[in-house]
């Protein structure tokens, strides 16, 4: 069956960099969009990140410039290249594929979640 499995997370400080990645099983994604959210507790998932399958990319306002997305179809993975965190990015993060070509924003247009990672950021 389908897996998506992120790994990268943990406690970084302000200002710090982490890279997240998402590695797909059971079937290949190198024609699929794939995107990247994050939940916060007492908050609602939100997106940050999608690719789609000629790696046209598309950010949410609160990442752009700080966040890059990327993929290598060879792995059937995506990353997740996150730099000058702040604390107000500590969530759970999750990795998501679509049965489709072209990404979305909504969390209803992907079909495969991971199982998240977290991510704590320190002041």
């Known amino acids: 069956q389908v897996q998506l499995v992120e790994s990268g997370g943990g406690l970084v400080q302000a200002g710090g960099s982490l890279r997240l990645s998402c590695a797909a099983s059971g079937r290949t994604f190198s024609r699929n969009a794939m995107g990247w959210f994050r939940q916060a507790p007492g908050k609602e998932r939100e997106f940050l990140a999608a690719?789609?399958?000629?790696?046209?990319?598309n950010y949410a306002d609160s990442v752009k410039g700080r966040f890059t997305i990327s993929r290598d179809n060879a792995k059937n993975t995506v990353y997740l290249q996150m730099s000058t965190l702040k604390p107000e990015d500590t969530a759970v993060y999750y990795c998501?594929?679509?049965?489709?070509?072209?990404?979305?924003?909504?969390?209803?247009?992907?079909?495969?979640w991971g199982q998240g990672t977290q991510v704590t950021v320190s002041s």
């Open positions: 998501a594929a679509a049965d489709r070509r072209y990404y979305g924003t909504r969390a209803y247009e992907y079909d495969y």
């Open positions: 690719i789609d399958w000629v790696s046209s990319t």
